[in-house]
Nanobody, 116 residues
Framework: QVQLVESGGGLVQPGGSLRLSCAAS????????MSWYRQAPGKQRELVAG???????NYADSVKGRFTISRDNAKSTVYLQMNSLKPEDTAVYYC??????????WGQGTQVTVSS
């Protein structure tokens, strides 16, 4: 069993920055892909950014150039640095990890609100 604990969400003004963290813990496991998704009210959950075990990254077009995903394998933690935030970035952000056997775990979600 894997537990994911997210942190770093909050209220920020347009143009501001936030850094999300997601730490994985639990039974011995190998983490392959780690990703961040988000879900705004009335919308489907969407992929924001992902990073593989070899640190290859991919981003949604809407966040390219503003968000950066990274991971610290020693700490089993994935980060999302979000800069130049816009009101349309407002959503609940979820951490997602894929471990051996293709098993997927989700975090509990952290609210990000961009508003003046």
């Amino acid at each position: 069993q894997v537990q994911l604990v997210e942190s770093g969400g909050g209220l920020v003004q347009p143009g501001g920055s936030l850094r999300l963290s997601c730490a994985a813990s639990g039974s011995m496991f190998v983490i392959y892909a780690m990703s961040w998704y988000r879900q705004a009210p009335g919308k489907q959950r969407e992929l924001v950014a992902g990073i593989t075990s070899s640190s290859r990254t991919n981003y949604a077009d809407s966040v390219k150039g503003r968000f950066t995903i990274s991971r610290d394998n020693a700490k089993s933690t994935v980060y999302l640095q979000m800069n130049s935030l816009k009101p349309e970035d407002t959503a609940v952000y979820y951490c997602n990890v894929v471990i051996g056997g293709g098993v997927i775990y989700w975090g509990q979600g952290t609210q990000v609100t961009v508003s003046s």
